[in-house]
């Protein structure tokens, strides 16, 4: 097991590139997908890898009011989804309590400190490369807790009216 700990974006966006670009089986992703982030031509090449190479993606966008944005400022993305239907799964919700997390190939695990909306420079990031079972398996449970409170994206739809609210068990 290796764990790292990281601060700002200049440290985890190298560990986040290896997490994706090292994917094989499959990857469930709790993110704002923060455009300028994911826009950068590294992490956009890696995530595209990790889509194409993964027999299953479930990315889960905690901020459905901004759903305009990310199509509009991450079409590549919604291309993605459109190329790989059945392999690549986008549902919104609106959750307070939700953490922005990254479970891949049920070995590495991702954990963000909740921050500030529309910040990198100062995120605290945890990542467990090897990660113990009992902690994949407690944040695959999370995980598939919000996915399931999830509104699927259409992506022929213009715009999504309704976004759910997660209420836990």
């Not at 954990?111 to 490369?129: A, S």
């Amino acid at each position: 097991m290796e764990l790292f700990r990281l601060e700002g974006a200049e440290q985890f966006k190298p560990k986040i590139i290896d997490l994706f670009a090292n994917a094989r089986y499959e990857a469930s992703i709790v993110s704002s997908l923060h455009p300028p982030f994911y826009n950068d031509a590294e992490v956009k090449k890696a995530l595209t890898s990790c889509i194409e190479n993964v027999k299953k993606i479930r990315l889960l966008i905690d901020d459905g009011k901004n759903i305009e944005k990310i199509k509009s400022e991450l079409p590549w993305l919604i291309e993605l989804k459109k190329k790989y239907p059945n392999k690549m799964d986008i549902r919104f919700i609106e959750d307070p309590d939700l953490k922005h997390i990254m479970i891949i190939d049920n070995q590495n695990l991702r954990i963000e400190e909740p921050h500030e909306d529309n910040t990198t420079d100062k995120t605290k990031n945890l990542i467990i490369k090897g990660a113990p079972e009992s902690m994949i398996d407690a944040a695959n449970e999370l995980f598939d807790s919000w996915w399931e409170s999830g509104k699927e994206l259409d992506t022929k739809q213009k715009k999504i009216s309704e976004f759910p609210q997660h209420t836990p068990n």
